[in-house]
């Protein structure tokens, strides 16, 4: 009788252990759900849902806000997207501090932070990335979620032996089906990834998009890092820009969106749309391959001796050294390399173009740090 109460006692202890982490799981499985809240500045106008361009999205974890700055002087119209892969902190983070700072004075510019939202709800698995991050800003500390290049598999399940991108039936690894930017131009009907993807498309459209970004990170010994890539609409721009930045200290390679690689944003878009796209890469070591311990960290400071013994091998095609590659230059670069398209988009196009004012340039940034603009 001893014997069957210690079996039934043990057995009641597991379940209720059991249950508390089932408990605990569940709990961190929904606060990956939490958006955290963003404050735009006085200059913006209007919020809108991306299911407004396509509808197949509405209640479902692919809909995202859209914010519109709209100012009094009619002018030409910028789109820029953040988040398209949600493990690229500094490009979502660029796009936050614009949205939370700007002053619009002519044109238009419409911010999309989030693009794939359904993929800020969960990290990589194997990866070991965090599933947060905070900084501490000028009213406090601000929490951020970082999550994974591709769609939650919860939101769009099973992935395919083989990706066939629509509509030019090149084949992919079967999860990139929930790579965003392998997704373009997208379909109305199709997978999350393609439904996002479609009503981005349909955005630069109907609201006659004239120049339009798309910002990521890349790993330090990625061939296309630090980098601005551009359609043949945008080269002439785009080489412009990246020799006023030589001039003033900061080096992008200029690179040419590949005519047979579909589904990326600045080849989707230059096809099917009128708009000048751009994409713009910064080097971030917690995507590299030859990183050491990853944490929250590595994330902010991008400081890594297993990239301080690459560089010596020669292995990493940006400058790296014991100081790392900080998140406050890697928005800085981000934010650098806008405002210089767009203003020399708008000097060659005066009829269309966007003035802005209250964004940091690259040295403010670099002395006062993220923090300060948030």
Do not use: C
Request: hydrophobic residues 35%.
């Amino acid at each position: 009788m001893k014997n069957i109460i210690q079996k039934h006692t043990f057995s009641i202890f597991s379940l209720a252990i059991a249950t508390l982490i089932t408990v605990i799981a569940g709990r961190e499985f929904l606060n990956q759900h939490i958006a955290f809240p963003l404050y735009p500045s006085k200059s913006l106008t209007r919020i809108e849902k991306l299911s407004k361009y396509n509808p197949n999205l509405k209640d479902t974890n692919g809909d995202t806000d859209i914010y519109y700055f709209e100012g009094t002087k009619p002018g030409g119209k910028t789109l820029i997207l953040g988040g398209t892969h949600p493990n690229e902190p500094a490009a979502f983070l660029t796009t936050y501090l614009m949205l939370e700072n700007i002053n619009i004075d002519e044109g238009t510019i419409i911010i999309i932070p989030r693009a794939n939202n359904s993929a800020f709800t969960h990290v990589d698995p194997q990866e070991g990335n965090p599933s947060h991050f905070q900084i501490k800003g000028k009213s406090g500390i601000r929490t951020f979620r970082f999550g994974s290049r591709i769609t939650n598999p919860i939101d769009q399940w099973p992935d395919p032996d083989l990706y066939l991108h629509y509509p030019s039936g090149q084949k992919l690894a079967g999860p990139e089906t929930r790579n965003l930017n392998r997704s373009f131009p997208g379909k109305i009907d199709g997978t999350m990834t393609e439904r996002i993807a479609f009503a981005i498309v349909q955005l630069i459209k109907k609201e006659k998009i004239d120049l339009a970004f798309d910002l990521h990170e890349a790993a330090p010994e990625y061939p296309v890092v630090n980098a601005i890539v551009s359609s043949e609409r945008s080269q002439d721009i785009a080489s412009e820009a990246t020799m006023e930045l030589e001039f003033e200290g900061l080096n992008y390679s200029l690179e040419p969106s590949p005519y047979n690689f579909h589904g990326l944003s600045h080849r989707e878009w230059q096809d099917f749309t009128d708009t000048y796209p751009l994409l713009f890469e910064t080097a971030n070591p917690i995507q590299g391959r030859l990183r050491g311990k990853t944490d929250v960290e590595l994330l902010l400071t991008g400081a890594d001796k297993m990239y301080l013994k690459a560089t010596a091998l020669g292995e990493v095609r940006v400058p790296y050294d014991s100081t790392g590659i900080p998140m406050r230059l890697r928005v800085g670069r981000h934010i650098a390399a806008l405002i210089k398209v767009i203003e020399v988009f708008s000097n060659n196009y005066p009829e269309r173009a966007v003035r802005f004012s209250n964004i940091p340039t690259y040295d403010e940034i670099m002395n006062l740090g993220i923090e300060h603009y948030f």
